[in-house]
């Protein structure tokens, strides 16, 4: 009977743990951090459902007339992502003049969500740029002003999703340009680009702005 009962109880031993190795690696997979590669030019879609609905029921109930074909595509993801931020949004960006991205921005700071930008000094006057609607809707811009370029690219939603590539969140490049955006939850990555945002929202503190060139003075 030993002989018989041994081998069985062994084989139920491994099919235990077999299955308790099969559920642990389905929780770790459940816990692994999002992440997502999207890549431009984004097909044409219309936007306007998602930005309608983020923007409230008296918005989203209003149809869109424009002829544009309905679907998912690269920029409808980046801004459901973006759109998905319950606390705070950080963007670090050399040019911003997408219409859609910065009505994204906007009804985020409507909702609650701290928002805050840095950008370049000199692309932030071009004409198009959603610099001057952002800052006159209340929202926090610094820039700098040294002779070298802001040229960094990436947000970070809630502290925990870090987006970033070689675009920027401009009509030509979403439109038109190869570009690449990676977004993902991971500390390792997000922390270090949340230490470079601080320092720079630091460096480009207003009392520090020069008006004036020095050997004017």
């Known amino acids: 009977m030993w002989a018989v009962g041994a081998p069985r109880r062994a084989g139920l031993a491994l099919a235990a743990a077999a299955l308790a190795l099969a559920l642990a690696l389905a929780a770790w997979r459940r816990r692994r951090p999002g992440r997502e590669v999207l890549f431009f030019p984004s097909r044409p879609s219309c936007t306007e459902a998602l930005l309608a609905e983020a923007a409230g029921p008296g918005e989203a109930a209003r149809p869109c007339p424009c002829p544009l074909p309905r679907g998912d595509c690269s920029l409808s993801r980046l801004l459901r992502r973006l759109l998905s931020a319950r606390r705070s949004l950080e963007i670090c960006l050399f040019a911003f003049s ?87 939850e991971d500390a390792e990555y997000v922390k270090p680009f949340l230490d470079e945002f601080e320092r720079i929202w630091e460096e480009y503190s207003p009392i520090k702005y020069r008006f004036f060139p020095k050997d004017n003075k």
């Open 98 to 184: 997408s219409p859609q991205l910065g009505r994204a921005v906007q009804l985020l700071h409507r909702r609650g969500v701290r928002v805050r930008v840095v950008t370049d000094a000199q692309y932030m006057g071009l004409q198009g740029s959603q610099i001057g609607l952002l800052r006159q809707a209340g929202i926090q811009v610094r820039h700098g002003q040294e002779d070298g370029y802001m040229h960094h690219k990436f947000a970070i939603v809630d502290r925990r999703m870090l987006i970033t590539g070689s675009l920027n969140w401009t009509t030509q490049a979403i439109q038109n340009n190869r570009e690449n955006v990676l977004v993902m």
